[in-house]
């Protein structure tokens, strides 16, 4: 069995640990002192019971907010926690990272990798260790306690790629113990970035139903009220935006559509619209699912940390974002914070002033 630090304490981190805890793991469970109180149920207890698609108890052998004690021994940490963490983590990793360690971002939002290595290179490790990036969470899921998650649905595959790019194999073979046969490798981190598919559904349906968010305070179904089939044409021209994107960085993307049936079946679903409006991974659960105000994740992790990095490599590349645009600046503006300054940059991943074929370069051989 396989040793892993698990960084975070939200629901993928605790349905992460859990889940491999069951499977007989070593799994050390950390999230900084401040959250210990998301920590201390689960450490009493040992660990966190499970309900959905997996069930019963699954220990967790270490539970903990000493960074230190938590990735010990250990040269395979994923970190789970939103985009927002990912510059802090780093920060707190530098003093640690060493030759052949593996960080995996689950997942890395847009150029959440790059991010990573440009702010561990800052702190001056200069380390070959390898930065992983997943397109997505290999859950769905929620923490529906303070020591139970309830895992909602697991994709079987899951797009994977490495900093530097040429290792990725190599560091799927040895994540593979944890998760058999769920990383696909693919060409780069280009194209996990791009295919961070929470980019494409959270902005547009959070704030194309905002009328309806801050009357109820969320009190509907996000997928199977919410997104409408205007709302989904709006999804959809994101995803055209998207993929002329990674078109244009040599990377040919699935389509939302696609990507969806993947995840979660349903090739008879054909439209976003069809799909979403009745997914029951998504839905259709009796219970309020939307976002309770406009500060939801949806909003103050998708926009900064996904469409501005999308719309700025955009422009290097010369491909118009028209939707996207407008998405960022309605989000800046009805939470009176202007997100192209404040969110992920490219001077923030170490692009500012490449053109295309810099960028390839970057993911390709790191910083």
Known sequence: ????????????????????????????????PC?????????????MDMIGVDTGFGPISLVTSDLEE????????????????????????????????IVVLNPGAVFGGLEFLNTVRKCGNKAKFIVGELASNIFA??????????????????????IPASRVNEMIARLDQFFPGTYVPVKNA?????????????????????????????????????LTPGVCKNIEAVDRERIAVGRA??????????????????????TVYDFFSRSEVHGGW???????????????????????????????VGVETPTIDGLIAIASNCNDEDYKTTGRTLDKVGLAGLDAKGILEVFEKGL
């Open 70 to 101: 938590a990735i010990k021994d250990i040269d395979i940490i994923m970190v789970v926690v939103p985009s927002f963490g990912h510059k802090t983590f780093a920060e707190l990793l530098a003093p640690y990272l060493k030759d052949d360690m």
């Open 249 to 270: 960085l040599g990377i040919e993307l699935e389509s939302f559509i696609e990507i969806s049936q993947k995840y979660y079946g349903h090739p008879e679903r054909k």
């Open 190 to 226: 280009i194209a996990t970035s791009l295919g961070y598919n929470n980019l494409i559904i959270h902005p547009a349906g959070t704030l194309l139903n905002m009328g309806r968010i801050e009357n109820t305070e969320g009190k509907f179904d996000f997928y199977w009220e919410g």
């Open 141 to 162: 899921c929620r923490r529906s306690g303070p020591t139970q998650v309830n895992i909602q649905g697991k994709k079987e595959t899951i797009e994977t790629a490495a």
């Open 35 to 47: 959250f210990w109180e998301n920590l201390a149920p689960i450490k009493e207890k040992g660990g």
């Open 286 to 316: 009796g219970t309020y699912t939307a976002p309770p105000h406009m500060h939801t994740r949806y909003v103050t992790e998708d926009v900064p940390f996904a469409l501005v990095p999308l719309s700025a490599v955009a422009k290097l």
């Open 1 to 32: 069995m396989g040793k892993v630090a698990i960084l975070g304490s939200g629901n993928a981190a605790c349905s992460y640990s859990a889940y491999l805890g069951k499977r007989g793991h070593e799994v050390h469970l950390w999230d900084q």
